[in-house]
């Protein structure tokens, strides 16, 4: 170990080295068996291991793992919520974590879904293929602009079965706000207005049917915005016709509600079992309390909030991490005027606490919907295996089938009214030392009928002949 040490010294000791010799050190697992067994302490048991691992760039492999996918920025690291987790107390969980645009995949229906990560980090490409056990999302699957629709992605997660926080049901149909608000309607339908007051609201697949002139002041919205873009307030018809003019360039929908003069706005968030709601006031002068400067204040949870919260994350089979948007007129009412989902902003200053909260959450989903074992990675016995249980369950059949020999088997003997058969002829004097030997039975089978003797023809004699007088012409003479 010590000449290694020395050997690999010299930086260009690597060019010398045959290739696959590092990487086949770097993966012996039994180096350290041999090295106890050759009498070394265990200090220097662990030096030369470190030694060999920072040749091969390798490290001492690692437990079991099941990989977790997080969808969302990289200004959040996820991975230090997941240190220490374990998922059916035997699998650690590995983060991965890019956005939409960043990751590629293929689904198949029997082998799972594979996929594919580039992205950039402090100046570095980072090219890596896994297949995700699970997926926490904490981006919006449709953005804002043309390109920012990963619709085609959503839907290869949910071909290959992955589960995931919120799930891809449920990720699909916030794709489209007139979709989720559709949903507000049926709850205060069937809970009525005074108990869940949802804003009003109007719908134009298109400008054509912008006809009609609504309430003024009202706020216009085109489109899947969210994060107050694309969101105009209206003060009279004629603004109006301008944005139902900007409508027809965009080829999108729109949706118009009236303008709510607001004391302040209302955001109570759902955490799997955890509730928080919040107060934000604007203070520099803006209508959309979120954007530009306000004042945020985390208040009590009171029974309405729990119940408006509660049934929303009941739409669309379950939700894990909900917030409901509300604004307190100055009228002294409220108004829902729409729901988020796991992609939601985390406000205030508990942020940490609410991401331990959904780490919280994502290890116990993954607990109850992880399989430990995929059908597809299932081993099979070999072709080897299967043979050694045969030969296990009959030690006297050969693989052939042919009864085997044992020590303490006897050979069959001739019946005792049989005469032995005559010696075979012996070969003519012609007949090469090679013929002669394989003519001769074996121990094993001197009890058995002789076979017939092989007797060389005359063309094979003069070949052993010529072949003979060849090589002690040039070796000299054999005997």
């Given at each position: 170990m010590?000449?290694?040490r020395r050997r690999f010294s010299d930086p260009n000791a690597a060019a010398n080295v045959p290739n696959g010799y590092l990487q086949s050190i770097g993966v012996d697992d039994n180096r350290e068996r041999v090295?106890?067994?050759?009498?070394?302490?265990?200090?220097?048991?662990?030096?030369?291991?470190?030694?060999?691992?920072?040749?091969?760039?390798?490290t001492e492999p690692k437990g079991k793992t099941k990989t977790l996918l997080v969808i969302d920025d990289p200004h959040t690291d996820w991975s230090k919520y997941f240190r220490g987790k374990k998922v059916h107390g035997e699998y650690d969980i590995k983060v991965e974590q890019c956005e939409f645009s960043e990751l590629n995949l293929a689904s198949y229906s029997e082998g799972g879904t594979m996929v594919d990560m580039q992205l950039y980090r402090q100046g570095t490409k980072i090219v890596r293929s896994f297949k995700p056990d699970f997926v926490l999302i904490r981006q919006h699957a449709r953005g804002m602009g043309v390109q920012e629709d990963w619709k085609n992605l959503v839907l290869g997660f949910q071909y290959g079965g992955i589960p995931s926080v919120n799930s891809w049901e449920s990720i699909y149909n916030f794709m489209d706000k007139p979709w989720v608000f559709a949903q507000l309607l049926k709850l205060q339908e069937r809970?009525?207005?005074?108990?869940?007051?949802?804003?009003?609201?109007?719908y134009f697949p298109n400008h054509k049917e912008m006809l009609m002139t609504p309430k003024f002041p009202c706020v216009i919205k085109i489109g899947h915005a969210h994060a107050g873009m694309g969101k105009v307030r209206v003060q009279n018809h004629h603004d109006f016709q301008d944005i139902a003019s900007v409508v027809?360039?965009?080829?999108?929908?729109?949706?118009?509600?009236?303008?709510?003069?607001?004391?302040?706005?209302?955001?109570?968030?759902?955490?799997?079992?955890?509730?928080?709601?919040?107060m934000r006031t604007s203070i520099s002068g803006n209508w959309k309390a979120n954007t530009g400067s306000s004042v945020l204040e985390q208040i009590a949870v009171t029974e309405r909030f729990k119940f408006w919260v509660d049934e929303c994350s009941e739409i669309f089979g379950g939700l894990d991490v909900v917030a409901v948007e509300a604004i307190h007129g100055k009228d002294g009412k409220d108004y829902i005027i729409e729901v988020n989902d796991c992609a939601m902003t985390l406000l205030g200053e508990n942020q940490e606490e609410d991401r331990r909260q959904i780490g919280e959450l994502v290890s116990l989903k993954m607990n109850h919907l992880v399989k430990t074992t995929p059908p597809s990675m299932r081993k099979t016995p070999s072709g080897q295996q299967l043979l050694a249980s045969s030969q296990g369950s009959s030690p006297t059949t050969s693989a052939a089938g042919t009864p085997k020999n044992t020590p303490g088997a006897q050979s069959p003997s001739p019946p005792k009214g049989a005469t032995p058969s005559a010696s075979p002829q012996k070969p003519s004097n012609t007949s090469s030392p090679a013929s002669s030997q394989r003519s001769t039975p074996s121990s094993s089978q001197r009890s058995l009928p002789n076979p017939p003797p092989k007797v060389t023809p005359p063309e094979e004699d003069d070949t052993f002949k010529n072949l003979k007088r060849t090589f002690a012409n040039i070796f000299g003479d054999i005997n």
């Open positions: 010590n000449f290694l090295l106890q067994a050759a009498g070394a302490s265990p200090q220097t048991i662990r030096r030369d291991l470190g030694f060999l691992s920072s040749l091969t760039g390798r809970h009525g207005k005074d108990k869940f007051p949802v804003i009003d609201q109007s027809a360039i965009t080829n999108c929908y729109a949706t118009t509600e009236p303008y709510i003069d607001a004391k302040y706005d209302i955001r109570i968030q759902k955490i799997g079992s955890n509730y928080k709601a919040f």
